[in-house]
């Protein structure tokens, strides 16, 4: 992220122009994935979201337990964001039934309110400082994050050592968070899916109306050390004879020029490489929820075939021996449509065969919580380690603690992450 002022006075933006009480449930799910995705974004600044009223995202519920507790969490509990004064406290929206009884709110004067049981505090604030005086026990504090710890660690030069139990959760887009968040979800983009083609006549419309091969842009070509990387990997692509389209702060050009869904790829490489799990906007956005085919430089592969839609939706650019053999498969698929169409037959999944698509994320996930409703956690790879003690549909009876932020955050991570001698940048 680049430029978190700007991106907070986006949200707060975001806040101020929806005057949320009572709007019709889509359009708050709508707004709760925006506000999740907005304040998650990265460093290629606001996509051009195209929200429609007639999305599909409404969880069908299958599960007779979960429906059950959801009617008995009918107390209103509310999430306060302890984010800065300045943004605006009288903004407060209502999380929709499938998530539980919550609102979130911005207004800190709701602190002591016994219904507010959660405070979620920015990696990126002065925690302690902004943190009540004196803790309440019922209260969860929730640590979030929608950064790499190569941004936390190489760039802000964050310690995070003074957090060891201060934290009941831990929020970001690694899916052994206490709260997933991650950039987007399958079952998100098939809320989307009258925006894209899906039977195989659309589909071939679709290909033909193509007319640009691959498409970077990119606001970071410095600041980490895979920001340099990965602008030499393009390079590299190029002198190849790809032909790639650049934009973004980088090349004094602003992405909002771009029509991402006129290209067949878009370079969505990280700028941070072997994170785990970070995978961000220019995956999901920019490149599957766009219709275009993401080509990626970022987590191992086996991090994106987990959360992908399916195997076959990118393009891993670590399975080429050298940028010059990706140029040539590129150009490859660019040259034979039925080829590079095999990328995009997930469009054509249907929302029932979404695998996980009763998992909540987000906010979403952190109201069912605070109501005793768990059963999110099994998504979570360390489920059977971590979660043990915590029953699927009650509070659990004892505290949850994040002994260790720093153990986790930047510990367990894969060690290529923040480089092997863990000082690198
Ligand atoms: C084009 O792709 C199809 C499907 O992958 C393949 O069967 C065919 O041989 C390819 N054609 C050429 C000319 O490479
Ligand atoms: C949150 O963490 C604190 C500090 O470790 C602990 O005292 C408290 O009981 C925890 N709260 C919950 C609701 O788990």
Redesign the pocket.
Known sequence: MDAPSDLKLRVAALLTARKIRNLNFTVIVLNVALIVFVFLMLDQGPPILRMSRKSEEAIDITDRELKAALARSNEKLTILLMYPERWDANNVMRLPYHCGNCEVSLDKSKVENPSTKALVFNFNDPIKEIAPQTRRRDQYYVWITAESPVALYHLRKMDLKGFDDFFNLTMSYRRDSDVYSPYGTHQQLRSYRKDLPFSDAELDTWVKSKSKVALWVASNCHATKHAVARKDYVMELIKAGLDVELGGKCFQNSAANFRNHKFKFYLAFENAWHCRDYITEKFWHSGLRSGVVPVVLGPPKRDYETIAPSPKSFIYAGDFPTPRHLAEYLNYLDK?D??YK?YLNWMKTDRKEVKERDRVTGFCQLCRILHGINVDNVYNPDYKAKYKHIPLYQRPEGPRIVYSLNEWFYGSDYKECLGVSGLET
């Open positions: 034979n039925s080829a095999e």
